[in-house]
């Protein structure tokens, strides 16, 4: 029982410095956007655009292409 009298308090104490940080965090912004960084690896520029422009084109003109002929590859706008 006297070890109560230790552990309630340490236990107290732990809760509200973890109570504490929470709400240190909350304040900084550290939990304001939690979608965008899980998926911002996914997301990889224009290099995707890009690829699948080159393979919709490639498709499109080696139909009408004659054997050894290199498709053109559009360059994107520049604004």
């Keep these: 029982m006297s070890v109560m ?3 309630l ?9 973890f109570v504490a940080a929470f709400i240190w965090a ?7 956007d939690l979608e965008t960084p899980a998926a911002r690896m996914l997301f990889d520029d224009d290099a995707p655009a890009r690829a699948t422009n080159r393979a ?3 498709d499109s003109s080696s ?3 004659s054997e050894g002929s290199v498709p053109s590859v559009p360059q994107p706008d520049q604004d």
């Design 5 to 7: 009298y230790i552990v």
């Design 56 to 58: 919709t084109q490639a």
């Design 63 to 65: 139909s009408t292409a």
């Design 26 to 32: 909350v304040r900084q912004g550290q939990l304001d």
């Design 9 to 17: 308090p340490l236990a107290l104490i732990f809760a509200g410095v």
